[in-house]
């Protein structure tokens, strides 16, 4: 049997690898990262053309499209890419994959077994957990690459069986079987790299005709998406979508260009003779660079709409998020009350989208979906964040231009009712925490528990109703104010009496000590929460009566 247990161990053990270093990959950089890397890559993918050209270098340098697209994956995964700004990266990257058919390619997999030691050593040495997180982000890109070399080394017995070799050179022979033979065996090896290489050296020896190794070439363009594939099990919905797109651009590039192989191989070996490259295995090289330049340079213009076939191919019953500001420009800056009118439009998003979030918090908590389906949270969490900067940003950069009294004070106050929001935000991640402890250790939240807690977040959803809507109606501040106050108070007396009731009901023995301390934490937060709702609300009623000093926050 020419695949040993050995090879078959390597196999499933490094996908096994591979994907448990893409997850804490993913995890990890979302504690690292913060704003300098999510800087760092939203300048290198400001424009298509600068994603493209990004990863185009990238993958020249490392020789692996595959690596830099799981890479771009593990970034959307994270929220740290769009999955509009990962399009420019997966097209650079297939371009520069090519190279390997002009160059001796050079290993990257291997590296990973330097990387872990280096990650274990930060991780040890560290004392800051910033720093911590740096070293598993470290190990866990190693077990990514290390992963893949495995696969490799249990996949090498398939590149050195003849009958498989032979099989591969009859497809040959036969473009669209070529296709679907080079498709599958590089699939099953996890490197377009190795595919080319072998095509090329077999063309170079005159094993297979120069159509049928192009034929193999393109099948390798959509066998190399396999591991991204790979690497999108578990992934969030645009994580999947970046693998979808990596598929849909190989493929539907390939089916449209085999029904005209035959002009495109001419094409190439008429180029190729008068750049005095008459050598078949160059001649094959170069109809594999030529047709992922001139198709990824035809899609870099059309980036939009490619996205909108991939969203429209892999739906979400879910309300989608539109990631990053959306009314802030810096050409309104000029103009104060119309700079201070796009912050408060973008506030009001922000507030809007926190909001839901806590609602799809206690749905979870009280049994209404499961928590695992609330974990979005965390896409929403780091929009609430990023709109949370841009806005501060934006309203600093007012004070570059002449601001009236009014307008500056109107600033300020969008100021601190940015920073209440982003804590509903932070309130609502403690709660998923809630849920996620909720299920995993079967803590009993009975039908009574689960009314109270809903009860409770009636009364905060009217203040963050009334806060949400005062920003565009702060000339009612004195009304909504005293139905806030009132609102408030019934809910600091409701937590009071309900926490109070609660603890009676644990010293009696009708509840255990887990469910009493998660009942206890969720209000807790829930009381948080409408504190942050009231300081918005007073603010703006404040502004708008006496235009007095603004008050301090209650928490």
Request: neutral net charge; charged residues 20%.
């Amino acid at each position: 049997m020419f695949l040993k247990p050995m090879d078959l161990a390597f196999i499933v053990g490094g996908l096994g690898i591979f994907l448990y270093g893409l997850i804490s990959f993913s995890d990890s950089l979302k504690e690292v990262a913060g704003v300098r890397m999510k800087s760092i890559l939203e300048n290198a993918t400001r424009s298509p053309m600068k994603a493209f050209l990004t990863g185009l270098i990238v993958t020249s340098i490392v020789q692996s499209s595959s690596v830099v697209t799981v890479i771009t994956l593990a970034f959307v995964n994270s929220g740290l890419l769009t999955f509009d700004q990962s399009l420019g990266l997966i097209f650079g990257a297939n371009v520069g994959t090519t190279i390997t058919a002009q160059i001796i390619a050079f290993k990257i997999s291997i590296w990973g077994f330097y990387f872990i030691p280096i990650g274990l050593l930060i991780f040890l040495i560290s004392k800051k957990k910033k720093s911590k997180y740096i070293g598993l982000s470290v190990i866990a890109f190693g077990c990514l690459l290390m992963g893949l070399f495995l696969m490799e080394q249990g996949l090498n017995a398939f590149k050195t069986y003849q009958p498989f070799l032979d099989m591969m050179a009859t497809f040959g022979r036969k473009p669209f079987t070529g296709i679907l033979a080079s498709t599958i065996f590089t699939g099953i090896i996890q490197s377009s790299s190795a595919t080319t290489s072998i095509v090329v050296s077999m063309a170079g020896q005159k094993l297979i005709p120069l159509a049928g190794a192009v034929a193999l070439i393109l099948g390798a363009n959509i066998g190399t998406t396999v591991t991204v594939g790979l690497a999108s099990i578990g992934a969030n919905l645009n994580a999947k979508r970046v693998a979808l797109a990596h598929f849909l651009f190989n493929f539907i590039g390939v089916m449209l260009l085999y029904p005209f192989l035959p002009y495109f191989i001419t094409g190439v070996e008429t180029v190729s003779n008068m750049l005095h490259m008459y050598d078949i295995a160059r001649i094959v090289a170069n109809s594999h660079t030529v047709f992922n330049v001139v198709w990824s340079v035809f899609w870099l213009w059309q980036v939009k709409l490619f996205a909108k076939v991939v969203r429209g191919v892999l739906k979400t019953k879910e309300k989608e998020i539109h990631m990053g500001t959306q009314f802030l420009d810096s050409r309104l800056l000029n103009t104060p009350s119309l700079a201070l009118d796009a912050c408060k439009n973008e506030i009001i998003r922000m507030a809007t989208i926190a909001k839901e979030m806590l609602e799809i918090e206690i749905q979870a908590i009280t049994g209404k979906i499961h928590y695992a389906e609330s974990k979005r949270v965390y896409d929403l969490e780091n929009l609430v964040n990023e709109v949370q900067r841009e806005t501060l940003k934006y309203l600093r950069s007012m004070y570059e231009v002449q601001l009236t009294e009014d307008e500056s004070k109107r600033s300020l106050v969008l100021m601190q009712v940015v920073d209440d929001i982003e804590r509903w935000g932070d309130h609502a991640t403690n709660l998923y925490e809630f849920s996620e402890y909720i299920y995993e250790n079967n803590v009993k939240m009975t039908p009574s528990i689960n009314q109270k807690i809903e009860d409770l977040f009636v009364y905060v959803q009217e203040n963050l109703a009334r806060a949400i809507y005062i920003m565009d109606n702060y000339g009612q501040g004195a009304t909504l104010l005293e139905e806030a106050t009132k609102t408030e108070n019934t809910i600091d007396a409701l937590v009071k009496e309900t926490r109070s009731d609660h603890c009676l009901f644990y010293v009696k023995g009708e509840t255990d000590i887990n469910t009493a301390v998660v009942f206890t934490d969720i209000i807790i937060n829930l009381e948080r929460v409408a504190d942050h709702a009231y300081n918005i609300i007073e603010l703006f009623a404040t502004f708008q009566r006496t235009r007095e000093p603004l008050p301090e926050k209650i928490g």
